[in-house]
């Protein structure tokens, strides 16, 4: 089965920088795309950032460009997300998601999700 852990959020004031991670298990990177979603309150789900299965590439939201980075460690089936000049309007649970393809604009396409973990940036 499918599984993906996601860990690190918390609490951070405006400015500052959280990582995230995300435990994989049950496929391999050669398998799927692995992204990141976020849901903010009274929002609709919107990718983030996303890992190609094929040759890494890399895929961000504009409104993270520059700010976020995505990485994967392979050899622990583990991908990051670097999150740096966090805005309130970060603000939201975000989800590890992996599927076929990197496609931020439809994040349903993703077909596995897992778990989120609360991001929350004060002002």
């Known amino acids: 089965d499918v599984q993906l852990q996601a860990s690190g959020g918390g609490l951070v004031q405006a400015g500052g920088s959280l990582r995230l991670s995300c435990a994989a298990s049950g496929f391999t990177f050669d398998d799927y795309a692995v992204g990141w979603l976020r849901q903010a309150p009274g929002k609709e789900l919107e990718g983030v950032s996303c890992?190609?299965?094929?040759?890494?590439?890399?895929y961000y939201d504009d409104s993270v460009k520059g700010r976020f980075t995505i990485s994967s460690d392979n050899a622990k089936n583990t991908v990051y997300m670097q999150m740096n000049s966090l805005k309130p309007e970060d603000t939201a649970v975000y989800y590890c998601?992996?599927?076929?393809?990197?496609?931020?604009?439809?994040?349903?396409?993703?077909?596995?999700r897992g778990q989120g973990t609360q991001v929350t940036v004060s002002s």
């Open positions: 890992i190609s299965s094929d040759d890494g590439s890399t």
């Open positions: 998601a992996a599927g076929q393809f990197c496609v931020l604009d439809e994040p349903l396409v993703f077909g596995y």
